[in-house]
């Protein structure tokens, strides 16, 4: 076991994975050489597996997109960064037209094992261009998963279960959690599945789901709400696309008070999708509406400090709708 | 002169810590505003710091090389004037002093808006009156939530015997899981232990005070003069059961016609002289359990079991078959019964259905089924929708026989014993392709005996 960071168990994943497979490459903008990255998730990387495996793109974010697509047809598995989650827009056409369906038109002939990542999220005062959550934008594409960790565990096992999936996985890193979040994470050689929700704590008053910076909102305020005799089962929604339903509606049916909670627009989100399927598979089991915390409907998350606290969802915020949907 | 502190300024999206790879000044030295004091090191950049005051630096507040938060205090400087942090400037770290200023200006803002409200209550006025409203308030109190209805159905708890503790009294699931259902018991008991009383009685006021409660506690609705008998044990196995077969499982019904002409003959021929010789009346039925027995033995899928996501293939093929007393129906079970030629069959079915008669049938001989035999036929139905003998997976209803006209391949008529099949199958395990392949075979099989056919 060793202290990481959420930023440094994504690295050591990385790292983890381009030993184990010498066909794992890595590129974007800033990405090679001696910087590693805007962020640093790649420093060092260059330096020890060389400059043909760790490199830097152009500022083209389609062709980081589409040199991915291309890599994994001819055998490598392409790490391709975007250097903020808002700079994936040039690029959706080769995510969606080309990576998440070359399975399905060569009839599982060809694959497009990729791995997208993409530091998203507000709270870093990044303004419009450096924010976003952009994942609804690419969610319910069949043959393109995403993800999302939440702690440095889950981030360091989901990146080296993304590199080793055959499908497309776009991997959502939370970029207000990258130094803020440490955990004493394994060394072994773990992964996380693609496709699994996880319950990180339990109770019977309320459930609440979310992912990302929310979800360790959510997990402190379901402390403060338990010195007050309430107990909440909290979701790490985790894998977006596609969603682990049975995970989800059950523990939405264990209590039949459901808070879902999302940094995004409060409409058209992901949390929208959760709320549908809710309402599908567990009626009999609510014991009250099904509640969204969200940001509100603005078209992006804003510059200036007091707009941008208004904007994010934060403890307080959870605190206080987790309480109100208890005393339901 | 006022003392002045300078934090560690915001270097960048995502950057929350930061050190100082290098002071540029030294405590006592003088200072203008804008020089750089020190060059901070985050992991993205190093950055020049440069002072937002003029003055003396007093004290450093952090060490070299350790990495701090974004905002913590780094350096005193004591300044010349008082008024001189009022003179803004534009680096980032005017940004941070900017943002202190808005969280300022923010609580005001709250405050504000807390000792405030009075004015806008009187324009909100009709709006809080109206959720104020009492009537409004017990209007939820009786809107239930599909949890909450649903837990009470299945308890049998009436709703408004529980105290709500949510929202404007509210019933929630929670209070619903945790209503002792024997208290209410007890009350539902009430109106068929009154009854003797109130007969006797005849005190109409009474009677009228006490109908409400009746009608709200009571499964169904009673009127002056019916009849409350408690359901004896047998009863009351037979109704758990049936709610357990009818609840649990997914019922699905084939029925096929079979030609049995061959059957009918060959009994009449052999029904007398199989009496005297072996001290049990030939009956229709033996011929039904044999057919659907090698029918079993050709389809496993039937002679199966549900169980929490297993299909359980039974070896043995045990049938259960019902026999009706006057009071009660019971299913014994002829064990292994593939291991009995009809005769065989006749005599552990009257055995059976002996033992049933006189009361005497054991755990045992009612045990391990895997599929029944239904003789409906007996008496006198040509169609009905068996519910299936629960862990099985299936149950056939052989119905009564009966002499029609059928047209033949030469294209006349002929005068046939014909009989309905009705099968209900477990839809969870088999499907009507299964169902009727099944049936096709129970229908040739008992085509395939002749007059000549041997009874043992």
């Known amino acids: 076991m060793a202290m990481m960071t959420y930023l440094e168990a994504i690295r050591k994943g990385i790292e983890e994975e381009m030993a184990r497979d010498e066909n794992v490459v890595i590129f974007g903008e800033d990405v090679g050489g001696v910087k590693g990255g805007v962020f640093g998730v790649t420093k060092g990387l260059a330096e020890q597996f060389g400059d043909d495996r760790c490199f830097n793109t152009p500022l083209t974010e389609g062709q980081i997109g589409g040199l991915a697509v291309g890599l994994g047809l001819v055998g490598y598995r392409a790490i391709g960064e975007f250097q903020f989650a808002d700079y994936i827009l040039p690029a959706v056409n080769q995510l969606i037209s080309e990576a998440s369906r070359m399975r399905y038109r060569t009839k599982g002939d060809w694959t497009a094992p990729i791995v997208y990542r993409a530091p998203y999220g507000g709270g870093v005062?990044?303004?419009?261009?450096?924010?976003?959550?952009?994942?609804?934008?690419?969610?319910?594409?069949?043959?393109?998963?995403?993800?999302?960790?939440?702690?440095?565990?889950?981030?360091?096992?989901?990146?080296?279960?993304?590199?080793?999936?055959?499908?497309?996985?776009?991997?959502?890193?939370?970029?207000?959690?990258?130094?803020?979040?440490?955990e004493d994470v394994s060394e072994e050689d773990y992964v996380v599945p693609l496709d699994k929700a996880n319950v990180v704590r339990e109770g019977d008053d309320i459930t609440v789901i979310g992912y990302g910076m929310v979800l360790n909102h959510a997990l402190k305020a379901a402390e403060t709400l338990s010195k007050e005799g309430y107990e909440a089962e909290v979701v790490d929604a985790r894998s977006l696309y596609p969603l682990d339903k049975e995970t989800l509606v059950k523990a939405a049916k264990k209590t039949g008070k459901v808070l879902l909670v999302t940094e995004d627009n409060l409409e058209g989100s992901i949390m929208s999708e959760i709320s549908a399927i809710i309402a599908e598979e567990a009626l009999f089991d609510l014991d009250a509406p099904i509640r969204r915390l969200a940001g509100p409907d603005s078209p992006s998350m804003p510059y200036s400090i007091a707009l941008e606290r208004e904007f994010l969802v934060n403890e307080e915020k959870v605190t206080n709708a987790m309480r109100e949907l208890a005393e339901f | 002169m006022s003392i002045k502190i300078i934090e560690m300024p915001h270097l960048g999206e995502s950057v929350t810590e930061a050190s100082i790879a290098v002071w540029l000044v030294s405590e006592g030295d003088r200072i203008e505003k804008y020089d750089p004091i020190a060059e901070a090191v985050s992991d993205k950049v190093t950055t020049e710091i440069p002072s937002n005051y003029s003055g003396i630096v007093k004290e450093f507040l952090i060490d070299i090389d350790t990495d701090v938060e974004i905002g913590t205090p780094m350096v005193k400087i004591q300044t010349d004037e008082e008024g001189e942090d009022e003179a803004a400037g534009s680096s980032e770290v005017e940004i941070e002093t900017g943002e202190e200023f808005t969280d300022h200006i923010n609580e005001e803002i709250d405050k504000e808006a807390e000792r405030e409200p009075m004015e806008r209550q009187t324009t909100s006025d009709a709006k809080q009156s109206t959720s104020k409203n009492i009537q409004k308030d017990s209007d939820s109190a009786a809107r239930y939530s599909p949890a909450v209805v649903r837990i009470s159905q299945e308890r049998g708890i009436d709703l408004s015997q529980v105290e709500g503790t949510g929202k404007h009294g509210r019933i929630t699931r929670k209070d619903v899981l945790a209503f002792d259902v024997d208290s209410q018991q007890s009350a539902a008991q009430q109106p068929s232990e009154m009854k003797p009383n109130r007969s006797e009685e005849t005190v109409p006021a009474k009677d009228e005070s006490a109908?409400?409660?009746?009608?709200?506690?009571?499964?169904?609705?009673?009127?002056?003069?019916?009849?409350?008998?408690?359901?004896?044990?047998?009863?009351?196995?037979?109704?758990?059961?049936?709610?357990?077969?009818?609840?649990?499982?997914?019922?699905?019904?084939?029925?096929?016609?079979?030609?049995?002409?061959?059957?009918?003959?060959?009994?009449?021929?052999?029904?007398?002289?199989?009496?005297?010789?072996?001290?049990?009346?030939?009956?229709?039925?033996?011929?039904?359990?044999?057919?659907?027995?090698?029918?079993?033995?050709?389809?496993?899928?039937?002679?199966?079991?549900?169980?929490?996501?297993?299909?359980?293939?039974?070896?043995?093929?045990?049938?259960?078959?019902?026999?009706?007393?006057?009071?009660?129906?019971?299913?014994?079970?002829?064990?292994?019964?593939?291991?009995?030629?009809?005769?065989?069959?006749?005599?552990?079915?009257?055995?059976?259905?002996?033992?049933?008669?006189?009361?005497?049938?054991?755990?045992?001989?009612?045990?391990?089924?895997?599929?029944?035999?239904?003789?409906?036929?007996?008496?006198?139905?040509?169609?009905?929708?068996?519910?299936?003998?629960?862990?099985?997976?299936?149950?056939?209803?052989?119905?009564?026989i009966n002499k029609r006209f059928v047209p033949t391949e030469d294209g006349g008529f002929k005068a046939a014993d014909m009989v309905n099949l009705c099968l209900s199958i477990d839809h969870r395990i088999i499907d009507g392709l299964q169902a009727g392949r099944f049936l096709q075979t129970v229908k040739e099989n008992l085509g395939r005996f002749s007059d000549e056919s041997d009874l043992y």
């Open chain 2, 211 to 400: 109908r409400p409660q009746k009608a709200a506690s009571a499964a169904s609705v009673q009127s002056n003069g019916d009849e409350v008998v408690p359901a004896d044990g047998i009863r009351k196995a037979i109704a758990k059961k049936m709610v357990q077969s009818s609840t649990e499982i997914p019922h699905a019904w084939l029925m096929v016609e079979a030609d049995v002409t061959n059957i009918v003959k060959l009994r009449e021929q052999t029904k007398t002289a199989f009496k005297e010789q072996e001290g049990v009346s030939l009956s229709y039925f033996p011929f039904f359990v044999k057919a659907v027995v090698q029918a079993l033995k050709k389809h496993p899928v039937i002679n199966t079991s549900w169980d929490n996501g297993n299909i359980v293939y039974h070896k043995d093929i045990n049938i259960s078959v019902a026999v009706a007393t006057d009071e009660h129906l019971f299913v014994p079970v002829i064990q292994q019964a593939d291991r009995y030629s009809l005769n065989g069959l006749s005599k552990e079915v009257s055995r059976l259905a002996g033992l049933a008669r006189q009361g005497k049938l054991t755990t045992s001989d009612m045990q391990g089924g895997t599929m029944t035999v239904n003789n409906t036929g007996s008496f006198g139905s040509v169609q009905s929708m068996g519910i299936i003998n629960h862990p099985q997976a299936a149950i056939l209803q052989v119905e009564s």
């Open chain 1, 125 to 182: 005062r990044g303004g419009l261009y450096h924010s976003q959550s952009t994942e609804k934008v690419l969610f319910g594409q069949p043959g393109l998963r995403i993800v999302t960790p939440s702690s440095p565990h889950d981030a360091k096992g989901l990146i080296k279960a993304a590199i080793r999936s055959d499908d497309p996985v776009l991997f959502y890193e939370h970029k207000r959690l990258y130094r803020l979040l440490k």
